[in-house]
């Protein structure tokens, strides 16, 4: 892009990739290219090099935000779509498809979103309102709040009221933890070392 100017630092804790937003809209990553993480069509593999400067996704001026795990990142634009490229195993994408394969280019999520979490724990959780929690992606540890620990690979609502500022997503301990609406504190997932605070393991 034209403008030089930074206006957000997307994720530095993964150590594979990070990314950031400039002012002017552009979205920009750089890192390992694993299972085509970097959105730049050009599929992981033996030969591929990562990038050790910030290349843009596409020639879009219209991101809002994003999200990023080491092998498969999320992020929003201006008009409530929201994309999702990487890794696929588990349904982690939210794509609806049953084969692992990965996106080395954005492909558009289904519906219309103010939020996309993208956790490096193989899951996914977005806001299609201001409220409405959904979550996707690998479930062996309860962690992505239904009841069971079926993986999903489409987004499935979390019932409740959540707001959109409210959830914290572990990439380490596969657990989760949101406010609800009326100002209670909910945690699930793993809790082999007490780390949901309910005085157990």
């Known amino acids: 892009g034209t403008d030089t100017t930074w206006s957000s630092i997307i994720d530095l804790n993964n ?49 809002s935000s994003a999200s990023m795990a080491y092998s498969h990142c999320g992020a929003l634009k201006t008009d409530g779509t929201a994309w999702i490229w990487g890794e696929n195993s588990n349904g982690r994408l939210g794509l609806n498809e049953s084969q ?43 962690t992505l709040g239904q009841n069971d620990t079926q993986s999903k690979s489409s987004p499935v609502q979390i019932p409740g009221s959540w707001p959109s500022a409210s959830g914290k997503f572990s990439s380490h301990f596969r657990a989760a933890a949101a406010v609800k609406t009326d100002g209670t504190l909910w945690i699930w997932g793993w809790n082999n070392n007490g ?6 393991t």
């Not at 979205?27 to 290219?33: E, I, P, Q, R, T």
């Not at 103010?114 to 977005?126: E, P």
């Not at 780390?195 to 157990?200: A, T, V």
Request: proline share 5%.
């Open 100 to 142: 692992p394969a990965s996106k080395s280019s954005p492909v558009q999520l289904p519906g219309t979103w103010v939020k996309i979490d993208i956790n490096s724990a193989s899951t996914g959780f977005g806001w299609k309102s201001t409220t409405a929690l959904w979550s996707w992606g690998y479930h062996g540890r309860g």
């Open 15 to 63: 150590n594979l990739v990070s990314g950031a937003l400039k002012t002017d809209g552009t979205l920009w990553v750089w890192g390992k290219n694993q299972y085509g993480v970097l959105g730049q069509n050009q599929a992981y593999g033996p030969s591929t090099k990562g990038k050790s400067s910030p290349v843009s996704i596409g020639s879009g001026t219209d991101w």
């Open 195 to 200: 780390q949901l605070g309910l005085n157990e």
